[in-house]
DNA sequence: GTGTAATAGATGCGCTTGCATGTAGTGTCA
DNA sequence: TGACACTACATGCAAGCGCATCTATTACAC
């Protein structure tokens, strides 16, 4: 394994980047024009909307997010400075703390969503169907399951 | 257009942005653990390898490149203070000026490469064969192609 | 228990970024 | 040639980030 890449496989990655980078801005432009928060908020406010009212520990969150510990533990500093999270003391373990969506945090993702299915949908729904779709899906998703 | 998206839809959108995160973070930490720049420098650099002497205009650099005219900017200053280019008055025209690539620009870019390259190859080129890249290719490419 | 290692989370520092704006040179139209 | 818009690039400021490190607590070994 990792010869030289082929030229097919080159094009390959430079699609894939490009691709998600095309996309991502146009999601997070949406955003900004309508007032909501970047993007990364999107994913913590649904982690803790799943989760209901016990919330999660931070650690929690932090896994399967791409971000890092410090990331995550500013993120949620700002986010409950903005009312969207609620941090406190977890009663089972004195270093951590649970957090919690507020009401607002729930209307903010919601708000989000509206904004953030129209931009899948007018970038990858507009532009695959079904199969298609499927066949990206069947494909990229090898790409994470692995350790590289 | 934009209806909202179906479960499809969606998944094809998650499996592209965890594609891309995954990979590009494997790629960037290949970088670092070598001492070598970050990735955007990479682009940069070989834009301007493929220009040769003449070298390019700051302007003509940041077409089709993905940042921001200020990033461009403060990223050439901070490329010519490590050596890798070189920023002259341009002669034709007062307000700009010409970037050119230094011997040690083009030497990190080669090394850059070195590593990039395993990276393309661990990532894409060990996942997928040559039918799945062209597949992958010729579907996203449709992505950035339009106008969204 | 006591000492040591591991874990949860926060934070100081320096660098990078986004946003808005600044500066200087060019083009254009009368 | 002079006024005015436009383009090329830079930059001050505030916010964000990576990195390393810190504090507080828990877990584990003996």
Known sequence: ???????????????????KEH?????E????ENGLPPFFWYDVLWELDKAGEKGLRPYEIEQGMLLP???????????DK????????SPVDGRGQQVTITEQGRET??????????????????????EECR??????????RQKV
Do not use: C
């Open 1 to 19: 394994m990792s010869k030289k890449p082929e030229e097919y496989v080159v094009d390959a990655w430079i699609a894939l980047l490009r691709a």
């Open 23 to 27: 996309a991502l801005d146009h999601v």
């Open 29 to 32: 432009k949406s955003f900004k």
């Open 69 to 79: 510990q410090y990331g995550l533990s500013r993120l949620l500093a700002r986010m």
């Open 82 to 89: 903005a009312g969207y999270v609620e941090r406190t003391p």
């Open 109 to 130: 993702r919601q708000n989000m969503w509206e904004v953030y299915s129209k931009g899948i949908q007018s970038t990858v729904g507009d532009t695959f169907n079904e």
């Open 135 to 144: 066949t990206i899906q069947n494909l990229l998703t090898r790409l994470h």
